[in-house]
């Protein structure tokens, strides 16, 4: 039995992923959109963006997934993190909506990834201390998320984890 789940879940396959090797994810780098969530999930969806996210959470809590957790999405670019490169090829890749420096995340976002990522963390063996942020991946390139918005995350998932 699994839960019934809380929030609407849109299933949308981005065509930004490669399609000639899957991966096993064994991270989750958490980003920040900038833009809204209509606009994102468009852009995702559009060959020409080579972009992509496994999932996008709107404020409200509705999230799309936009790939299967095996397909290597387009999230991440050049980035390092323990000793590794290219998060793309062993990390999850879950965006909020927006800018976290100009607005907080709302609790709906926060609960919305926790419905996410609780499952995937049990089945990929993710532990809370394997997620991280695109900042953190890409220092001096980007700036996603707001520390403050990341240590909200991790201390909701400490809870539900
Ligand atoms: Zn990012």
Same mark, same amino acid.
């Given at each position: 039995m699994?839960?019934?789940?809380?929030?609407?879940?849109?299933?949308?396959?981005?065509?930004?992923y490669n399609k000639d090797r899957e991966i096993t994810p064994t991270a989750v780098v958490l980003h920040h959109t900038s833009g809204s969530y209509a606009g994102s999930v468009d852009w995702c969806l559009r060959k020409e963006s080579q972009v992509s996210y496994h999932c996008i959470v709107k404020r409200d809590g509705e999230r799309t997934i936009l790939a299967s957790d095996n397909q290597r999405t387009w999230h991440a670019g050049k980035s390092f993190w323990r000793g590794k490169h290219d998060l793309n090829s062993w990390a999850l890749g879950l965006a909020f909506e927006g800018d976290s420096y100009m607005e907080p995340l709302s609790l709906d976002m926060i609960n919305s990834a926790i419905?996410?990522?609780?499952?995937?963390?049990?089945?990929?063996?993710?532990?809370?201390t394997?997620? !991280?942020?695109?900042?953190? +991946?890409?220092?001096?390139? &980007? @700036?996603?998320?707001?520390? !403050?918005?990341?240590?909200? +995350?991790?201390?909701?998932? &400490? @809870?539900?984890?």
């Open positions: 699994t839960e019934p789940k809380q929030y609407k879940e849109i299933y949308r396959q981005t065509p930004n419905e996410y990522l609780v499952p995937r963390m049990k089945k990929l063996s993710i532990t809370i394997d997620i !991280t942020d695109h900042r953190t +991946v890409s220092p001096n390139r &980007k @700036n996603d998320l707001n520390p !403050t918005e990341y240590n909200r +995350v991790i201390e909701a998932l &400490k @809870n539900h984890a």
